[in-house]
């Protein structure tokens, strides 16, 4: 009866343990299996997430791809407008250049129109009562200062002027006043407030059509017998004595600025000098007094005036010639940005 009970409980004790540790493999392997699944579902949400990424990403790429093109597409179009605006430039420059050689030929042959006016040194020698030498030099291709000499019947009639500014406009005034002045003198016009109000009306005419706004300093010298009369507003007239007494007469109330206005007559008025052997005039533009140096230090009246004293025993060229050297070693390496003219003029 101890032995059979023995075995039963032998055999108890087995299922028991055998059923323990068969719920201890079931929970075992239930716990194993929450693992394996919470890893699934943690691929499961990784592989979400990289899904996700993945389409943005694609649609990241997708708007590069679009920004990409818009690139390309602008750059194309704007590659393109520079093309056509670079063709328009060398267009338009080429017209300008072709501007440029046409105005060039014209301011070429207004120049030589002016040197062709000039009074000749063989004209000036003819002139039996008076020795003269003229020096005119444009700072552009094209002057606007103006003289001449024109002589008849005894009678010398010189002019000097200056038009505001220079270039084209200013060199075909000057070519205006040079037919003007030497028309009257053909007609014999010898009222000296005559002569200059008329050329002002001729001029002041015009300049309005050409609706301009140029205008003129001028004055007229008429001689005869040893008496020289003085018309018309421009610079200072030196009047230079035999013994180097210098003379300076101010024009400034002998006249008006020409073609500013169309009436000048109750302006004008004159002065006359009398000329002895040896005695003579200096006429010029304010390209001369108001050349400046380095120093922008001005040639000035005072300084030509100098030079002229101090050369005035010596012929006209000669006297010419010496303000024109100690001019240029004023000015010395500057640039000169206005006309000079200079006439020497001694009764013989």
């Not at 059509?209 to 007239?237: C, F, P």
């Not at 000669?318 to 640039?335: E, F, P, S, W």
């Amino acid at each position: 009866m101890l032995t059979l009970n023995n075995t039963t409980l032998a055999y108890t004790i087995g299922v028991v343990t055998l059923v323990i540790l068969g719920i201890a493999l079931i929970a075992a392997l239930s716990d194993q299996k929450k693992q394996l699944f919470s890893a699934i579902k943690e691929l499961q949400r990784t592989q979400h997430r990289l899904e996700k990424s993945e389409k943005a990403t694609r649609k990241v790429a997708y708007k590069l791809k679009e920004v990409n093109l818009s690139l390309e597409d602008k750059v194309a179009n704007r590659t393109a407008q520079l093309a056509q605006a670079n063709e328009a430039i060398h267009r338009l420059n080429q017209r300008l250049q072709s501007e440029n050689q046409r105005m060039e030929t014209e301011l070429d042959l207004l120049r030589q129109m002016q040197q062709m006016i000039l009074p000749k040194p063989r004209e000036l020698k003819a002139i039996e009562a008076l020795d003269i030498a003229g020096f005119m030099e444009p700072a552009d291709e094209v002057g606007g200062d103006y003289y001449d000499v024109l002589s008849d019947e005894g009678v010398v009639t010189i002019g000097i002027g200056d038009v505001t500014g220079h270039g084209l406009e200013s060199g075909i005034l000057m070519v205006m006043i040079q037919t003007a002045i030497r028309t009257l003198k053909e007609v014999k016009e010898i009222s000296p407030d005559r002569f200059l109000d008329i050329i002002n009306r001729t001029i002041y005419q015009n300049v309005q059509r050409m609706d301009s706004m140029k205008n003129l300093t001028l004055s007229i010298l008429n001689y005869a017998d040893q008496q020289l009369s003085i018309t018309g507003q421009h610079e200072e007239v030196i009047v230079m004595r035999a013994n180097g007494q210098i003379e300076r007469i101010d024009t400034l109330d002998l006249g008006f600025p020409i073609g500013l206005v169309d009436q000048i007559d109750e302006f004008i008025g004159h002065v006359c000098v009398q000329l002895n052997r040896g005695d003579g005039v200096v006429l010029y533009t304010d390209g001369i007094t108001e050349a400046s140096d380095m120093d922008n230090k001005l040639y000035g009246l005072d300084q030509l005036c100098q030079v002229l004293g101090q050369n005035w025993h010596h012929s006209v060229d000669t006297v010419k010639q010496a303000v024109i050297d100690d001019l240029r070693r004023h000015v010395g390496t500057q640039q000169v940005f206005d006309d000079i003219t200079l006439v020497v003029i001694k009764q013989r």
